[in-house]
């Protein structure tokens, strides 16, 4: 018996296709494929959903010194012989635990990096802005489903494909 659904596609071609379809899912709250390509999918994305419940409130704040540019009236950088002057200003910041660091990077080994594009600057560069998914999970699914033992994803079946007759369904996040 096979561990895993192979999916018709040599394993390097799998594997993208899933992170791809993990990483759409989480952004997205659903998305829409085939079963088999659901169940694999949704194995990852509930193992992901599990690390971020554990690890939710693993970190501890700290307080470093920052160092931040004087600025005159006008909110400009002061300037002495070409350097800009300095400060140091005590700043809150929030330092991950060894298991929630490591959380982390076990995601970032799924997860596909996401770049948000504004709808009035399509196919430019500007204002463009990446998107933390990992933070995304740690702050929004890993509070939302905190109180949930299992079963954070929902496959709602549609139809056959017209092409080749594969069942397709809607994925999603419940």
Known sequence: MAMYRKLGKKSDQRKALLRNQVTQLIYHGKIVTTEARAKEVRQIAEH???LAIDEKDNFE???VDAKVAD?????????????????????KIKKDNASKLHARRQMLKVLYPVVEVPTEAAGKKANTKKVDLTEKLFNEYGVKYADRKGGYTRIIKIAPRKGDGALEVVLELV
Do not use: F, N, S
Not at 77 to 86: A, E, F, H, N, S
């Open 48 to 50: 992901l959903i599990k």
């Open 61 to 63: 704040e700290v307080t």
């Open 71 to 91: 600025r005159d009236k006008d909110g400009k950088r002061v300037k002495v012989d070409g350097k800009t002057q300095y400060h140091t200003e005590p700043k």
